[in-house]
T-cell receptor
């Protein structure tokens, strides 16, 4: 079945550095990918919607310059947390929609735990 | 009021019990998703529904479009079913999902 792979699953970085998280659709083309953030015991919070070949659409309150999203191909989207701070420590997870229709199945990655020290 | 409401928020049951988790929504939707999130964080898509009923193994999902309500049932529950179950709806013609707050299910042996 369709799989979305996210890498790395865990990353620790120093405050002030940048870290990149990759989200790949392994056996389908994903024109739309979504990036979420989740704090412990809270709901998923949508950060941005990423469309292949165009700029991402960010949710209100999400800093575009801090959370850089690139969706350069139909199978890969990346989230770069720039100048990371301890408050950016969180669980980040992506999802990808198979195909163009909004009724198409959405598949989730395994998530990435980011710790900023 | 949230657009997607789940109940209960927490549920503890004994192995073998029949489990029901409910989801009500207040917007027009193209599809409703039931997701399972394990303690490690990964999310598995269990069902995508736009009408009727779907079954996969011990899991059954139903949706009533007129009443804007969906249920997820687990038969013969097992400790490995312990997870957070999330209801999410895709609004009509919209890209993104709207999530319920999740139901934390614990099945004791």
């Amino acid at each position: 079945g369709a799989v979305v792979s996210q890498h790395p699953s865990r990353v620790i970085c120093k405050s002030g550095t940048s870290v990149k998280i990759e989200c790949r659709s392994l056996d389908f083309q994903a024109t739309t990918m979504f990036w979420y953030r989740q704090f412990p015991k809270q709901s998923l919070m949508l950060m941005a919607t990423s469309n292949e070949g165009s700029k991402a659409t960010y949710e209100q309150g999400v800093e575009k310059d801090k959370f850089l999203i690139n969706h350069a191909s139909l199978t890969l989207s990346t989230l770069t947390v720039t100048s990371a701070h301890p408050e950016d420590s969180s669980f980040y997870i992506c999802s990808a929609r198979a195909g163009l229709g909004v009724g198409n199945t959405i598949y989730f990655g395994e998530g990435s735990w980011l710790t900023v020290v | 009021k949230n657009e997607v409401e789940q109940s209960p928020q927490n549920l503890t049951a004994q192995e073998g019990e029949f489990i029901t988790i409910n989801c009500s929504y207040s917007v027009g939707i193209s599809a409703l998703h039931w997701l399972q999130q394990h303690p490690g964080g990964g999310i598995v898509s269990l069902f995508m529904l736009s009408s009727g009923k779907k079954k996969h193994g011990r899991l059954i999902a139903t949706i009533n479009i007129q009443e804007k309500h969906s249920s997820l049932h687990i038969t013969a529950s097992h400790p490995r079913d312990s997870a957070v179950y999330i209801c999410a709806v895709g609004r009509w013609r919209a890209q993104k999902l709207v999530f319920g707050q999740g139901t934390r299910l614990t099945i004791n042996p």
